[in-house]
């Protein structure tokens, strides 16, 4: 019998219906897997109130490492001794993009806006390293502790300002607070360094063009260190990019900064 015109419309509903409880027990069961993914780690190494997690166990070089990642998260102000952070290490690069389906060649991601755990791409903790989408280590100061520790910074930052509020905030705020506490740099920083190569248009100020969050922890440094804002007030609403970046070009006070 020929399908009548009212069927029709009936069909496609259920099967409208049908993919769309798909797709949410899809993204339920996601959910669930990054608030708690401890099934698929079954290895922990804990430091004070920093836990990592691994698929296998962890080496030697293990201790050192966390004390190296709670000796750069302790500087700041929003760490909190008594709660506790969850490190995932994500030994394949498909198990990492189970939890950075959005952007898997990122070195790692912390879900702020669920419970704050972090999850970190494949790695060698013997050699302190990532190890990048080229199956090469990322070299230079960003070490396998500082990934960690600017993850963290990203969780302790969402729970003392919120969740809310830090959707509002500016990239630089986020990212470059994040670089300003995991590189453990003691201040003052070397603004006068930051703003030359700003102005030369270095390529590691080019987040686009390095990946790097060089620009965003400059402009961080100059509202703490030099316009004497607290953390407090550098989280407490969205900053103007610009605007910060017009005042740190036009500040003649930075020139007077010795060489580090």
Known sequence: MPETDGARPKRWGRRVRRAALIVAGVIAGWVALAIHPQPLFAYTAQQANVVLHARAPFPAQTGPLLDDVLARVSRSPLYDAHRTYHVFLCDTQALFRVFAPWNPRVGGVSQVYLTGNAFLRPFSIERGRLIGPSGDDKPGERTLAYFIAHEVTHAMTGDHVGRRR????????????????????????????????????????????????????????????????????LLAARIDPAATLAALRADASIAEDPSP
Do not use: H, I, K, N
């Open 166 to 233: 830090y959707r509002g905030l500016a990239a630089f705020q986020q990212e470059g607070y994040a670089d300003y506490v995991a590189f453990a740099r003691p201040p003052p920083f070397d603004l006068a360094g930051g703003r030359q190569a700003l102005e030369r248009d270095a390529p590691e100020m080019d987040v686009r063009r390095s990946g790097l969050y060089r620009r965003y922890e400059l402009m961080v440094a100059y509202l703490l260190e030099r316009r004497g804002l607290t953390v407090d007030q």
